[in-house]
């Protein structure tokens, strides 16, 4: 079966919305065409020159990355950097290059609930939920048609509040209407006022589906020309935002913490605070550069901190009141190759699809 970049990019999507990326991130397609037919996936936290050189071993014609080959506006071609190298000799070798980065950081089934699974967390929350993800939709149906556009509705997606799904409120009134001689009323004659009962049918739904939600409700509903309102609100998405609030099975001492989870990282070594002496069960974790989440970890009264790319004096913001711990913002993220390929190996079960063999982190340790 034929496999194009699209179709990748599109399963991609389905997981984590593009409109779920931060502003100043750079996701997506960055080099090759959504037609191009893909013969084999390499998948890669960074983009090196020695990955690339894997891809080229490998025959992968689409390499997916988790960062950004392409953060800031390229001005010239040159060579000058590795990461104009890479996007020369990507050009050259007609390989397809896709980002997927802050928009899988912030979906429930990404980045942080992956790793939350790996140090075996339970009770799991957002940390920081995204505002302005969540728009609600109100639409007048007539009574006998009702049934037929709020099952449309929920179908594309919409109804669904933290564990509840098909939600709407609904009542009765009287709507009224009168079309010139263009029209084609469904109810009444064209030129007559008319006055028709209708139900009035309130649902939400997250705001990347709105062009979604919008078809759906066209399809379906009756009239030529369909009464809807869209609002934005300001209701929290609880599955959707940056890092993740959990607890352990049961309590901790803190050296066999950091013991165990230098084991369940892989990890070389581990940067922390002073220890606070207490036992450790409530866990807050932000992927990547966390230092911001420090107050808000603290607020929420957790044990310990889990992050990277933390400052010197960040560690004095613990107090004792919790542990701050660093394990690297490579050692944190380099699950999300595997995410990345049990997912696709899902959805795409005959086409080759590996995880880079290279050690792309540009930390290095003296030992």
Known sequence: MEVLVRDIAKKLEDLAPVEYAESYDNIGLMVG???????????????????????LKKKCNLIISFHPIIFKPIRSLTGNSYSERVLISALKNDVSIYVIHTNLDLIWKGTHSYISKLLQLTREKVLFPKKGSIKKLTTYVPINYCEKVRNSLFEAGAGNISNYSHCSYNFEGLGSFMGNEKTQPFFGKKECFHMEKETCINVVF????????????FKSHPYEEVAYEIYNIENINPYLGIGIIGYFLEEINESDFLSSLKKKMNLSCIRHSPLTG?????????????????????????????????????????????????????????????????????NFIHLPIYESEIHTNPVQYFY
Do not use: C, W
């Not at 901190?305 to 944190?332: A, M, P, Q, R």
């Open 33 to 55: 065409s959504y037609d191009q037919k893909v013969k084999k996936i390499l998948i890669t936290l960074d983009l090196t020159e020695e990955v690339f050189s894997e891809s």
């Open 206 to 217: 997250p705001s990347h589906k709105l062009n979604i939600i919008k078809d759906a409700l």
């Open 278 to 346: 207490k036992k450790l069960r409530k866990v807050t974790m932000i992927a990547g550069s966390g230092s911001f989440g420090i107050e808000k970890a603290i607020k929420e009264k957790s044990d310990v901190f889990i992050s990277s790319d933390f400052k010197y004096h960040d560690f004095f913001k613990s107090e004792k009141k919790i542990l701050i711990v660093d394990i690297g913002h490579y050692e944190l993220e380099k699950s999300t190759k595997n995410l990345l390929k049990s997912f696709l190996d899902k």
